[in-house]
């Protein structure tokens, strides 16, 4: 049996009472997390869409950019009448979502928590501000590092020809870049908690690394352009993201905690 699965001796002090829940019961409970979510993704699209003017013009600086310095027009254009309100609507609904990314991960904890021993519930305040934090960090280092670099690259392709840019296009390439990313820094807490209930461990994480590295170049190559350095730059962070996973997954393991336990007992 591997590792990962193997399953870790739990003293009776850990083992506190904990409410179980049917299956059914586990299926209200997720429908009510994501009804609350969706609301407060609405409420937070609503309160972007008064400032959706100024997000539009930041949403459009870094393609604006990139055209200015390859010498093309500056002004992406629109095939469809309804093209610039879905571009507004799109810019305050990930706004939006990144606005209200507390509430939305704090209903993902309660998701879970059930499913937690009471000791390990203690880990709520270090999974809001670590998930948040990331969720964040990873849509400024795309909108930052990955956009630009993926636009310079795929405009420079383009250089001898005239770009007719469209904002439908646009649009699509910056939510899946920023929201893709943003999901994709989530990695360490996903193994924090496989590693916390011994799911995973990083023996396991560490001998699956070539798989793990064929995932992540498929991944990126599902989230990025169709462009083999840009995939490479989004394989980048998700490769170091795989490697702090592996250190965290070390040391929250149920393994590594009793041997920490005992050589602190001695």
């Not at 879970?112 to 809001?128: D, H, Q, S, T, W």
Request: with cysteine; hydrophobic share 55%; net charge positive.
């Amino acid at each position: 049996m591997p590792e990962a699965a193997a399953s870790s001796p739990i003293t009776d002090s850990a083992k506190d009472a904990m409410p179980t829940m049917g299956f059914l019961d586990h299926l209200e409970e997720l429908r009510r997390r994501i009804v609350y979510s969706l609301v407060a993704i609405i409420i937070g699209f609503f309160g972007c869409w008064f400032a959706a003017p100024r997000l539009v013009g930041i949403m459009q600086a870094p393609i604006i950019q990139v055209l200015r310095q390859s010498h093309q027009s500056e002004k992406l254009v629109y095939q469809h009448p309804v093209d610039p309100f879905n571009l507004y609507v799109k810019t305050a609904g990930v706004a939006g979502l990144f606005v209200v990314s507390p509430f939305v991960l704090y209903q993902l904890w309660l998701f879970i928590a059930p499913g937690l021993y009471r000791n390990e519930k203690r880990y709520v305040l270090p999974f809001m501000l670590s998930t948040v934090s990331l969720f964040l960090a990873g849509g400024y280092f795309a909108y930052h590092f990955v956009l630009p670099s993926a636009l310079k690259v795929l405009i420079g392709f383009g250089s001898q020809f005239q770009a007719m840019i469209t904002i439908e296009e646009y649009t699509s390439l910056f939510v899946t870049i920023i929201v893709g990313l943003g999901v994709v820094f989530e990695m360490p807490i996903l193994v924090f908690f496989l590693a916390l209930m011994g799911i995973v461990s990083a023996g396991w994480m560490w001998r699956n690394i070539r798989y793990s590295i064929l995932g992540i170049f498929i991944v990126a190559a599902i989230i990025a352009p169709p462009d083999i350095v840009n995939m490479c730059i989004f394989a980048a962070p998700m490769l170091a993201l795989y490697m702090l996973s592996i250190a965290i997954a070390w040391f929250v393991h149920p393994t590594q905690r009793k041997k920490r336990a005992e050589k602190k007992a001695e």
